[in-house]
C-alpha cells in the first residue's frame, strides 16, 4: 500500500472521527430540547421544524456539490434517531399518526385505539406519509381509513397498502360510527345558510337531509370534514355551516344546527392500525382476520376460483373480495382478501401455501383482531 494512499486515509479518519464528535454535540443539544419539550408538554415531533431542517440542509449540500437527495436521506435518519432520543428521555409514549387535520374521525379512531396507552397524537395530511412513517419508525402506530359502510373502500389506502414495505403491517382494525352534524359560528336558520363546507363524501352520505331541508344550498366540498369546521371558524362570514364530526365542532367551539343527519342511521367507517408487525400472539378466546393482496399468476379461466377454492374446501369465511387494477396495462388486477383467522393458524397456513402456486405475488398485510 502506498503511504500516499495511507495518509489520505489517516485524513480521513481524522474527519470522520470530527463528523461523530459533532453528532455527539447535536445529539446532547436534542437531549436539552427534550427536557424543554417535556417541561412544556410539547409534542416531541415538530413536523414544521423537520421539513425546514431538511430543505435546508438539502440546500446547502447541493451548494456544496453534494448530492442533495442523499444529504437529505441522511439527515432523515439523524432526525429519526434523534427523535427516539428524545422519546428515551421523556420517557416512552407511544407516537400514534392520525389522518390529519385534527377533529377528523380518524382522529377520534386513534383516540379510542390508544384508549389505554400513553400516546402522542400526530397528524399527517397522506395516508402515504403515514405509512412511510410507521415504515421509518418515526411513529408506532398509523390509523388510515380503509373502508366505509356506505361509500366502499378507500382505494388509495388500498394502494398503498399494496405498495408497503414489510415494516408496515396491520396490527388491529377499528370500526367507527360516522355521525354528522350540521353546525355553524352560531344559532341560524337554515333559510339564513347560503353555503355548506365539507368532505364530498360527507354531503353525499347527507344528501336526503340537504335535500329536503336545504334544496338551494350551494355545497362547496373541502379536503376533509375537520377543514370544513375550521373554515367556519375563520369566516368573517356568519351564514356560511359546515358538516362534520361531534368532535371537530368541539374542537372549534362552533353550534350544532341538526345531530344526525346523514342518511343512512347505520352508517360506520373501518380503519386499520399500522404497526411495525402484525398481531404475533394468538389467543384461542379471540377472533381474528387475517388480509393478503395477490397476483394472479396468469390470467386464464378458473384461476380465481382455484384460489376461491383453496379457501373453501378449509372452511375459512371470506368476509371481503375486492379487485384494484396494477395500473401496468389494461385487464391486469391485484385482489384483496380479508378472511376471519391468523396466518399463524394451521388451517390459514396450509391454504396460504396452497394459492402459491395460482399466484404471481402473496403479500399478506397483516393479522390482527378488531379493538372496537
Not at 436534542?30 to 431542517?53: G, H, N, P
Not at 361509500?151 to 394502494?159: H, K, M, P, R
Not at 367556519?232 to 358538516?243: D, F, M, R
Request: glycine fraction near 4%; aromatic fraction near 6%; hydrophobic fraction near 40%.
Amino acid at each position: 500500500m502506498s503511504k500516499e494512499l495511507q495518509e489520505l486515509r489517516k485524513q480521513i479518519d481524522k474527519v470522520d472521527e470530527q463528523i461523530i464528535t459533532l453528532l455527539g454535540e447535536r445529539i446532547k443539544l436534542v437531549e436539552e430540547i427534550a427536557k424543554i419539550k417535556e417541561k412544556y408538554k410539547l409534542s416531541t415531533v415538530d413536523k414544521s421544524r423537520e421539513i425546514e431542517v431538511l430543505e435546508k440542509n438539502e440546500n446547502l449540500a447541493e451548494n456544496a456539490g453534494l448530492g442533495g437527495a442523499f444529504i437529505r436521506e441522511l439527515w432523515e435518519k439523524i432526525m429519526e434517531y434523534s427523535v427516539s432520543r428524545e422519546d428515551l428521555l421523556r420517557g416512552k409514549r407511544s407516537r400514534t399518526a392520525f389522518l390529519g387535520p385534527r377533529g377528523t374521525f380518524t382522529e377520534e379512531a386513534a383516540h379510542k385505539f390508544s384508549l389505554n396507552l400513553p400516546s402522542e397524537f400526530i397528524p399527517v395530511n397522506t395516508i402515504d406519509g403515514i405509512i412511510r412513517g410507521v415504515e421509518r419508525r418515526r411513529f408506532d402506530y398509523g390509523v388510515i381509513p380503509i373502508e366505509n359502510s356506505v361509500e366502499g373502500s378507500v382505494t388509495a389506502t388500498l394502494d398503498l397498502l399494496a405498495e408497503a414495505g414489510e415494516d408496515a403491517k396491520i396490527c388491529a382494525e377499528i370500526i367507527l360510527p360516522v355521525i354528522h352534524f350540521l353546525v355553524a359560528k352560531e344559532k341560524i336558520e337554515n333559510e339564513e345558510i347560503a353555503e355548506i363546507y365539507s368532505h364530498p363524501h360527507a354531503l353525499a352520505q347527507c344528501r336526503s337531509f340537504i335535500t329536503k331541508n336545504l334544496p338551494h344550498i350551494k355545497l362547496v366540498d373541502t379536503y376533509s370534514t375537520a377543514d370544513a369546521a375550521k373554515k367556519v371558524t375563520t369566516s368573517e362570514e356568519i351564514n356560511i355551516a359546515a358538516i362534520c364530526s361531534k368532535s371537530a365542532a368541539q374542537l372549534y367551539n362552533l353550534t350544532i344546527l341538526a345531530e344526525s343527519i346523514q342518511d343512512l342511521k347505520i352508517n360506520a367507517t373501518r380503519f386499520a392500525i399500522l404497526a411495525n408487525q402484525d398481531e404475533e400472539t394468538i389467543n384461542s378466546n379471540e377472533t381474528y382476520k387475517t388480509s393478503i393482496v395477490l397476483y394472479l399468476l396468469e390470467n386464464r379461466p378458473g384461476a380465481l376460483h382455484a384460489v376461491l377454492k383453496e379457501f373453501a374446501t378449509r372452511q375459512i369465511d371470506l368476509t371481503r373480495i375486492e379487485s384494484r387494477p396494477t395500473k401496468k396495462t389494461m385487464g391486469d388486477y391485484l385482489f384483496y382478501f380479508d378472511f376471519i383467522g391468523h396466518r399463524k393458524d394451521p388451517v390459514v397456513k396450509e391454504a396460504l401455501e396452497g394459492i402459491k402456486k395460482y399466484v404471481g405475488e402473496l403479500k399478506i398485510l397483516g393479522s390482527f383482531k378488531r379493538v372496537l
